[in-house]
Nanobody
Framework: EVQLQASGGGLVQDGGSLRLSCALS????????IGWFRQAPGKEREGLAA????????YYSDSVKGRFTISSDNAKNTVYLQMNSLKSEDTGVYHC???????????WGQGTLVTVSS
């Protein structure tokens, strides 16, 4: 069974940093792309970053490029999102997901709340 569990959210001041973790189980990381998206109050869901398990290709949205870094630790079956220079508009629930790169099926994990206070 494919499972993803996000953690690491919390309350941080404007300009601060947080590192989110997405623990993966039940599938081969090599067959999937893993990403993060954010659901902010009153806003559409926004894809932030993703990493390919097959070739390591990385994607960032313009809103987080240069501030956020996605990485993976295959030995720990964990994907991280290091978030620096946080702004109040980064507030939201952060979810990780896994997308099978051949079949396109997507699995979602529970979110973790990030609150950035100004």
């Amino acid at each position: 069974e494919v499972q993803l569990q996000a953690s690491g959210g919390g309350l941080v001041q404007d300009g601060g940093s947080l590192r989110l973790s997405c623990a993966l189980s039940g599938f081969r990381f090599d067959d999937y792309g893993i990403g993060w998206f954010r659901q902010a109050p009153g806003k559409e869901r926004e894809g932030l970053a993703a990493i390919s398990g097959s070739d390591g290709t990385i994607y960032y949205s313009d809103s987080v490029k240069g501030r956020f870094t996605i990485s993976s630790d295959n030995a720990k079956n964990t994907v991280y999102l290091q978030m620096n220079s946080l702004k109040s508009e980064d507030t939201g629930v952060y979810h990780c997901y896994a997308r099978n790169e051949e079949l396109g099926r997507i699995y979602w994990g529970q979110g973790t709340l990030v609150t950035v206070s100004s």
